[in-house]
């Protein structure tokens, strides 16, 4: 009896899986069938009832769209084709990125050819407001951030703002400080990365060395010599200002007892309330 009720057991789970492996494989086929429908959509000419233009003075080109589609896939285009019109300029894509942005649109498809591709179509999903191409992209590009590159990612996302390739970047600056604490990239951060350096080193909790203060009296130096301030004066403030704007943003536990006491040479410039906190 008890053989007969395992028997039952096999043979309907074994009928279970069986049903869903033939309704994944279904949806597999919908899904193909889908792409292709759409891919012909956007590479034929049936029904199309709107153009981009792209008034590009080296290569101005226009590609004929269906509203229904745009307006359903993306926020911007659900905004812009409200209004009573044919047509859009968009000039400050080319033509191949455009034809990119589009496939993604229609059929889901997108090409990853190479570093500055990543950061183009970044700027294009921000734009179009393609919030998955977006983090799919996002996602990319991190895992794409290595020690050989991760200033020129740093520097590029200036623009767009993202949080995750902003967070692996300042990752990377902070395990490999004490070999790039010289680099010039590292001088060419503003004031408000360094700011958020420190807010996410203090965030995950770690105790700044004392290489890290020097190069912020070096970052310093060089910013009020950029400066051509004729007065001495006039540098001496500049260098307490931007020392305090800094030194207010530590806390007690992220400083070495070692390290405090080695601050103390800077102490001219440093807020009187720094060395009284601690």
């Not at 153009?51 to 307006?71: A, D, R």
């Not at 084709?81 to 589009?102: A, C, D, G, P, V």
Request: contains cysteine; hydrophobic residues 35%.
């Amino acid at each position: 009896m008890d053989n007969n009720n395992n028997n039952q057991i096999q043979n309907a789970n074994q009928n279970e899986n069986e049903n869903e492996n033939e309704k994944k494989n279904l949806e597999k086929k919908v899904t193909k069938n889908l792409i292709k429908n759409y891919s012909n959509l956007l590479n034929g000419n049936s029904f199309k009832d709107f153009s981009i233009f792209v008034e590009n003075k080296s290569n101005p080109f226009e590609i004929k769209v269906h509203k229904s589609i745009l307006s359903s896939r993306s926020p911007f285009f659900n905004e812009s084709l409200r209004q009573e019109s044919l047509f859009i300029s968009l000039n400050q894509f080319n033509k191949k990125e455009m034809e990119s942005i589009l496939s993604y649109i229609y059929y889901g498809n997108i090409s990853f050819e190479n570093q500055e591709n990543l950061i183009q179509l970044l700027e294009i999903s921000i734009y179009f407001k393609l919030n998955l191409l977006k983090e799919i992209i996002q996602k990319k590009i991190s895992n794409s951030i290595n020690y050989s590159n991760f200033f020129q990612f740093l520097f590029q996302n200036r623009n767009l703002n993202s949080n995750e390739i902003e967070i692996k970047c300042f990752e990377l600056i902070n395990q490999n400080f004490s070999q790039i604490q010289n680099n010039e990239n590292l001088f060419n951060l503003t004031k408000e990365e360094i700011i958020k350096f420190i807010q996410f080193k203090q965030e995950k909790k770690e105790i700044f060395q004392f290489d890290f203060f020097q190069f912020l009296n070096n970052w310093i130096e060089k910013r009020v010599n950029s400066l051509k301030l004729r007065k001495y004066k006039n540098k001496m403030n500049e260098k307490k200002r931007l020392f305090h704007s800094f030194f207010s943003l530590f806390d007690k536990d992220s400083i070495s007892k070692q390290d405090f006491d080695k601050l103390k040479q800077f102490d001219f410039f440093l807020p009187k309330f720094f060395f009284n906190s601690f």
